[in-house]
């Protein structure tokens, strides 16, 4: 079976930061992208960010803000969130496909439980 995990969520102030982590099994992250979408209340669900083995894009909302790196010992990779603003606060999603990077949700095949991002002072 193929999954993926998010973990790292939580409260936080404004200018604060959290580190994200999407955990793979059944497969080997580095053969897939991997997206990282946000779902406020009320709103769609929204790209943050895609990797691959060949690029890395963020969102221009987030940029300069938010980095991912990627530890294939462990299958894991990470959404590394500075400066986070109240306007983050949202249910933060990882997903895997086998094929490029693109911010596009609905052609990601394998959806993360989400991970609550609340940032309130």
């Known amino acids: 079976q193929l999954l993926v995990v998010e973990s790292g969520g939580g409260l936080v102030q404004p200018g604060g930061s959290l580190r994200l982590s999407c955990v793979a099994s059944?497969?080997?992250?580095?053969?897939?992208?991997i997206g990282w979408f946000r779902q406020a209340p009320g709103k769609g669900r929204e790209g943050v960010a895609c990797?691959?083995?060949?690029?890395?894009n963020f969102a221009e909302s987030v940029k300069g803000r938010f980095t991912i790196s990627r530890d294939n010992t462990k299958n894991t990779i990470y959404l590394q969130m500075n400066s986070l603003k109240p306007e983050d606060t949202a249910v933060y999603y990882c997903?895997?496909?086998?094929?490029?990077?693109?911010?596009?949700?609905?052609?990601?095949?394998?959806w993360g439980q989400g991970t609550q991002v609340t940032v309130s002072s």
């Open positions: 997903a895997a496909r086998k094929g490029g990077a693109i911010m596009i949700p609905e052609l990601y095949e394998i």
């Open positions: 059944g497969f080997s992250l580095d053969q897939y992208a």
């Open positions: 990797t691959s083995r060949i690029i890395t």
